[in-house]
């Protein structure tokens, strides 16, 4: 029988695997120099965490949630996305007490039942950026800036910064009845979920891309008229910072994010390279969500990288020449062990090594290795062995050496 991958899910093979390990290894790095950790989060969490911390009336937990029943009849998850993982974490082990604000990071799949489409797939990979226990605006224009940055050492050119603030719960109450207001006599224009959210959800109409929907919205009213006192000066302040910083923004009156738990800042760092789906990174304030969970009163930030289509931006434009390779070609059986020895003696120096296994000749063993994308073969017979010497051929040149392992070395480390 054939087995084919499932639909909407993908592998993820060389050579593309050394562009995600390039892409990940510097936003890491940049992570950790404002001073993120890491932390490991499970895949499967209670079904409840999300419904509590996405909301139910939400496209994710309505319709797009990986949901079973474990053999114990509990109702479990695939995470949909990381934030709320990443909340029961900080309470459940007491990060709490560290000092404010905590930073954190985490890297893994994520799943949805999606229409798979392109920068849209059912399993799909996130970087989450999470900052716990400060509220300051001064705080959401440095996560902003960072974003940047992040972006910005990858390579990645063509950006959006959109930012918004969606209120609070003192002031969203008088814009959703604005917002239904505006809506009521065009509910018939609407396409099939909008018209349900105009009852359950109505700040996710602003989020639909329905053409018709998206029409409609540009005439709504813009929830930055309707902030409370405390939500107007935060955006102003935070609008004041990212200028001071020097960052390019635009102010879009119409993004709200996908779920419940955000609060005053919305942000998205889009492209005009990718089509609809154009965000490659997004996220917001989340201040009440900690203390929805048990926890106390705890302000909160974050934001999501979405790595497929960061690396479909990126692939032709970043270096994917393969790491240094050695293959040692051996003759007799006799030089086997000795060969592997060698072999161990150069990863030493972080450089991949390879042995031939089996009996195979040197011509074979030689087109191996120029397969494999080897930059030099070194030849080890039973002339070698009792001469306590090697001989190396450089693939790309043609040229042929002979000596000690310690000069091929010597010599590998000049090159780099």
Known sequence: MKYNRLKGFCDIIPPDIHIWHTVEQIIIDKL????????????????????RGIGEGTDI???????????????????????????????????FNRPAPQRFFYYGPMFR?????????????????????????????????MARSILDAIG????????NSIGCSACRPNFIKLLKDYYRDKLDKLCADCKRRYDKNPLRILDCKVPNCVELKNEAPAIRHCLCQD???HFEMLIRYIEEYGLSFQINDRLVRGFDYYT????????????????????????????????TNTPAI?????????VDLIKDRINMSNPLRIFICHLGDETFIHAQKIADEIRRYNIVAETNHGSTSLKNQIRRADRLGARYVLILGSDELKANKIKWKDLQTGSQYEGALDEFVRHLCIER
């Open 32 to 51: 950790k120099q404002y001073g993120y950790e890491e932390m490991r989060l499970p895949i499967v969490e209670s079904t409840d965490l999300f419904y």
């Open 61 to 95: 937990v309505e319709k797009e949630m990986y949901t079973f029943n474990d053999r114990a009849g509990r109702s479990l998850t695939l995470r949909p996305e990381g934030t709320a993982s990443a909340v029961r974490a900080y309470l459940e082990n007491q990060l």
């Open 113 to 145: 039942y999606e229409r798979p489409q392109k920068g849209r797939l059912r399993q799909f990979y996130q970087i989450g950026v999470e900052a716990f226990g400060i509220g300051a605006s001064s705080l959401d224009a440095e996560m902003l800036f």
């Open 156 to 163: 990645l050119d063509s950006l959006t910064t959109e930012i």
């Open 231 to 233: 939500c107007k000066g």
């Open 264 to 295: 005053k800042t919305a942000f998205e760092i889009t492209t005009d390279k990718l089509g609809a789906q154009n965000a490659v990174l997004a996220g917001g304030r989340y201040d009440y969500l900690v203390e929805q969970f048990g926890g």
């Open 302 to 310: 974050g934001f999501a990288i979405g790595m497929e289509r960061i």
